[in-house]
């Protein structure tokens, strides 16, 4: 099936090879939502209330597509049969090595998480997590530990990363197996015929765009928070914080470095920017890991590691499943509070990021098998962040179990913990190259993310074109995105981005719903009828 057979684009004038209704409608949404947000005095308040009643009709949808999405992508890649069939023709050798290919999927899907709550949820989780709601276990004591690793493995194990998987599945068997164009409304037009696919493809195109555009404002909405923390540990300019919080000037000025270094990446290709940028990313993370094993709470972190993963695969299918729903009580209350405040928020979070990351990770997996896929865009993560999160995480749980933090990395901003980590755990002439070290690797997977992002909307907007995107609209969506992140952060903040976030991705959690399906039933016809 052809491009044009799927999706019509222009053959003349600025939107030349784009949608033009597409790329204009979600622009007005993404205007309009700026010019309420900069004149409505009450936005985040009227954000916040839509946000808690989402959470209240849809949190049970959200726990169980994400159990569907992960049992599904295990599953698929375990049957011998699915398996083994590969991602385009049985002859076609993969576009990238297994390095700079689990790379860029890495850095595309794991943003400013890795450096953020690297350290920040499993201190929370020590002070409070279900397990201390239900008397399981005491706050802030050494039997916490273990409790306090299972609910942040459940954040970024194998479920949150199958949200990734799934849609990158769908659109690269459909893109390389069945010919058609790599993108989002593919699997629709598969099944729902040319007419009806047209129609409804221009929603999920649409539904798509302004969720990654949300989905990527709050990772660098909370990136250049770190940032700024970042930056004021490395030149102590006064400016950068206002009473202990960073300043606007100074959220202002790290979002604008992002966004001008991502459009470059985005203008320079796939091929080079992105791929130079993920590569350089993987080696420092790998750097930082190394100095945390060395400096750090070694023995510490690998009873973490060994013990998180037991205990996070035993509690797997109850933690995937298990929904809190207030019921008068206060232990029901602090839970289904809790649930929403991390869990549900998460999966929002992921969800949002999975229009541009799956397209990505489709774009980049041609040539894999199923099986392959499957290990490389969840297997294979999970245990980096589970590395990641026991070493960096694990030395701030014990420098603080040791008395040797005195409270001061506990006490600290969320995004300010891991800098306030190496403040205690490196003597002054350390700790400013490994702040810089942080910092330089901050910065990488926000850019990664962000020239993915917009690499990924020029894809979807041009109806599958993979490369070879019109410089301007690079520029012109790179501007947009930063727009949208600097007017939310003005208007109410992380709590802003938050709402906006968990409302947008709900449409799209439905969208990834079919697309499994449409998988699936496509697998069950090729398997049937190969012809």
Not at 44 to 58: C, E, K, P, V
Not at 93 to 104: I, L, N, T
Not at 388 to 408: K, Q, R, V
Request: proline share 3%; glycine share 10%; aromatic share 14%.
């Amino acid at each position: 099936m052809s491009q044009q057979a799927v999706t019509n684009v222009e053959s003349s004038g600025f939107y030349a090879g784009y949608n033009r209704w597409i790329a204009v409608s979600v622009k007005v949404i993404i205007m309009l939502l700026v010019l309420w947000a900069s004149i409505a005095a009450d936005a985040a308040d009227i954000l916040l209330g839509i946000q808690s009643a989402t959470i209240d009709l849809f949190g049970i949808w959200y726990i169980g597509a994400t159990a569907a999405f992960m049992s599904t992508s295990v599953l698929l890649a375990l049957i011998p049969m699915t398996g083994k069939q590969r991602l385009g023709a049985a002859d076609v050798a993969p576009e990238f090595g297994r390095f700079a290919w689990f790379s860029m999927m890495f850095g595309a899907g794991i943003g400013v998480g890795m450096l953020t709550y690297s350290t920040a949820e499993p201190l929370y989780h020590f002070g409070n997590n279900p397990d201390v709601i239900m008397g399981h276990a005491g706050a802030l004591t050494p039997e916490n530990v273990r409790y306090a690793y299972k609910w942040t493995l459940l954040h970024y194990g194998l479920t949150p990363w199958a949200c990734y998987a799934v849609v990158g599945l769908s659109l690269a068997y459909f893109s390389y197996r069945k010919g058609m164009p790599l993108t989002i409304r593919s699997p629709f037009s598969a099944l729902l015929g040319h007419r009806f696919g047209t129609v409804a493809g221009g929603f999920v195109d649409t539904a798509a765009i302004l969720a990654t555009v949300i989905g990527i404002a709050v990772t660098i909405g909370y990136g250049v928070s770190q940032l700024a923390y970042g930056f004021h540990q490395i030149a102590d300019w006064d400016w950068l914080l206002d009473e202990g919080q960073p300043s606007i000037m100074a959220l202002s000025a790290a979002v604008f470095i992002i966004i001008f270094a991502s459009m470059l990446s985005a203008l320079s290709g796939i091929g080079r920017g992105i791929k130079w940028l993920s590569n350089l990313n993987m080696v420092l993370s790998w750097l930082l890991l190394a100095v945390f094993v060395i400096f750090g709470a070694t023995l510490f972190a690998g009873e973490a590691f060994i013990f998180g993963i037991v205990d996070y695969v035993r509690a797997l299918p109850e933690m995937s499943l298990t929904v809190w729903s207030p019921d008068g009580s206060e232990e029901s209350a602090a839970l289904s509070g809790w649930q929403a405040s991390w869990t549900i928020f998460y999966w929002a979070w992921w969800i949002a990021f999975t229009p541009f990351v799956g397209l990505f990770l489709a774009r980049v997996s041609r040539g894999r098998t199923i099986r392959e896929y499957v290990v490389g865009a969840m297997v294979l993560p999970s245990a980096m962040c589970f590395a990641w999160f026991c070493i960096l995480g694990g030395t701030a749980l014990d420098l603080e179990l040791s008395g040797m933090a005195g409270g001061s990395i506990l006490n600290a901003d969320l995004s300010a913990q891991l800098f306030a980590t190496l403040d205690v755990l490196f003597n002054a002439s350390w700790v400013f190259p490994m702040a810089c070290l942080c910092v330089i690797l901050l910065l990488t997977y926000l850019i990664t993310s962000a020239d993915s992002a917009v690499l990924v909307i020029n894809t979807i907007v041009s109806g599958g074109a993979e490369d070879d995107h019109d410089a301007r609209h690079i520029v012109l969506w790179s501007a947009l995105l930063g727009l949208v992140i600097i007017t939310l952060l003005l208007a109410g903040g992380l709590d802003a981005l938050r709402s906006v976030m968990i409302i947008g991705a709900l449409p799209f959690s439905f969208v990834m719903a079919f697309m499994l399906f449409a998988l699936i039933l496509m697998i069950w016809r090729d398997r049937h009828d190969p012809n």
